[in-house]
């Protein structure tokens, strides 16, 4: 097992069914009347946030309570980090402090990788700026699993702002490492057509409505207007009319396919009210999943390795 989690390349096919099929038996322990397991008591996790976040930071600190490890969480406002402390700093303060796993979300792409060389402990990559959000794939492709019953064939459109997404370029990374075939699908402008060279196979196109017939799953990504320092579109409405998953759209899709989101929604930008609380919709799914993979991710991480 690696020893950290950085980035979704990082994984090959077998070690990521492994995670997969750990997190099917994790899955359980939600559903009894004690949501514990022994299996980290005495390891130390640390959340260490430079950004805001609400559903991942909240998923690792569930994971790891219910797997019984110590629990410490670093948010960036508030700390050191605002009086000017660097993250080589921070880390050395965690490391004294004995920090078995550190995850870690941050703006600047690489940070994890970074912190590897000053850590001793596990690190995994909880989203750094544009570039990876491994745990995210993880979670994706298990949700994909457990209602297609498979990966491998699947046709896969990753649609919207794809530029700004770590969690395009994850998905992409290992869905093509499982056997499926991707499409990202937006304007030019949010799909620069150098994304296509991601992976082999890895389809690009403009045409949100010549992809839907074809298409398994449809992962439609948040717009990250925050991250948006020029007008990539003309406007809201324009992007929704042409990109958006409204009724319509939902019923030009085969009758098997599912819609997902990572998360957070601007509903009428990117996806419909009624298409994301539709029964075709993984969602809420990809949220209770994300706490069974985080689980098996820091099982193999720490309690598989000793």
Known sequence: MIKHLLSAAD????????I?????????VAGR??????????????????????????????????????????SAKGSSVEKGESLKDTAWTLQAMGADAVVIRHPAS????????????????????THEHPTQALLDTYTMRSRM?????LNVAIVGDVLHSRVARSNALLLHTLGAKVTLVGPPTLVPPAFGSLTPSLGVSYDFDSVLPHADVVMMLRVQKERMNA???????EYYKRYGLDSARLRRMPDHAIVMHPGPMNRGVEIAPEVADS????????????????????????GGRS
């Open 11 to 18: 994984l090959d096919a077998v070690t990521a069914t492994q």
């Open 20 to 28: 997969h099929d750990i997190a099917a038996e994790m899955a359980t």
């Open 33 to 74: 009347e004690v949501k514990k397991l022994p299996t980290l008591r005495g390891r130390t996790v640390v959340n260490l946030f430079y950004e805001d976040s609400t559903r991942t930071r909240t998923s690792f600190e569930v994971a790891a309570k219910r797997l019984s490890a110590d629990v410490v969480n670093f």
């Open 110 to 129: 690489g940070a994890p990788h970074r912190l590897t060389h000053w850590v001793h402990g596990s690190v995994l990559n909880a989203g750094d700026g």
């Open 149 to 153: 019953g498979k990966v491998e064939g």
């Open 231 to 237: 007008a990539f579109f003309p406007s809201s409405q």
């Open 279 to 302: 029964p075709r919709s993984t969602i809420v799914e990809q949220v209770a999943n994300g706490v069974s993979v985080r689980m098996a991710c820091l099982y193999l991480l720490l």
